[in-house]
Structure formats: C-alpha cells, structure tokens
Nanobody, 130 residues
Framework: QVQLVESGGDSVQAGGSLRLSCAAS????????MGWFRQAPGKEREWVGT???????TYRDSVKGRFTISQDNAKNTVYLQMNTLKPEDTAMYYC????????????????????????WGQGTQVTVSS
C-alpha cells in the first residue's frame, strides 16, 4: 500500500528557508517519479517540481534557483529544500507519485499536471510573511 507523509512546513519570514520531507512507503522512491505541488487558498493546485528515477529534477520557472528536490534512498524519503522564500510561496505543499507504469516515461516527459499523479500525501503548510 502506497503511503506518502509530508512534514517540515512552518511559518517563516521572507528570505528564509525550509526543508520539506516526504516519507514514502509501499514502494521505492529511487525507482519512482515523484512530484511536489502546492495549493494556495482560492487557487488551483500547481506543480512545483519533479524528480525522476534517474535523479533528474525539473522545476517551474518561479522556483528555479531557489528550490531543490533531493532524495535519500536509504530513508525512502524525498525532500524539497526551499530557499529565499517569498510571500507568494505561501501554500499547502503536497508530494505525489505516479503509477508505476509511468515511472520510465517520467524520465523523458515532464509530468506537471496533477491528474498524472495517483498517490498523494496529506500536505504540509508553508506560510511566508513579509
């Protein structure tokens, strides 16, 4: 049974940093396609970035150079390091993974739409104040 549990959300000042964690069970993150998404109140869920089974990462333009996705295979955990945070980064952050039949395709196609991902965590809140 696939399970994703996010943690690490907090309230920080603009310019600060946070590291979110996504602990996975039921499969190995090193084989999977993992995505991070966020949703602000009144807005649609938006893609933040993806890491594929080769360790290649892709990000939305607004977080490039500030956010970094990494993974610890021994802990079966994926991280989202967020630096130079801005008030517009305030949102609930979710990690997600696609079904296994999309893991290989994820190495050549950027999966940036939520509907591609079948398994989701419960989310962790990030609030950035100015």
């Amino acid at each position: 049974q696939v399970q994703l549990v996010e943690s690490g959300g907090d309230s920080v000042q603009a310019g600060g940093s946070l590291r979110l964690s996504c602990a996975a069970s039921g499969y190995a993150v090193r084989s999977a396609c993992m995505g991070w998404f966020r949703q602000a109140p009144g807005k649609e869920r938006e893609w933040v970035g993806t890491v594929d089974r080769d360790g290649k990462t892709t990000y939305r333009d607004s977080v490039k150079g500030r956010f970094t996705i990494s993974q610890d295979n021994a802990k079966n955990t994926v991280y989202l390091q967020m630096n130079t945070l801005k008030p517009e980064d305030t949102a609930m952050y979710y990690c997600a993974t696609t079904p296994p039949d999309r893991w290989t395709l994820c190495t050549t196609v950027v999966f940036s739409t939520a509907k591609v991902y079948s398994y989701w965590g419960q989310g962790t809140q990030v609030t950035v104040s100015s």
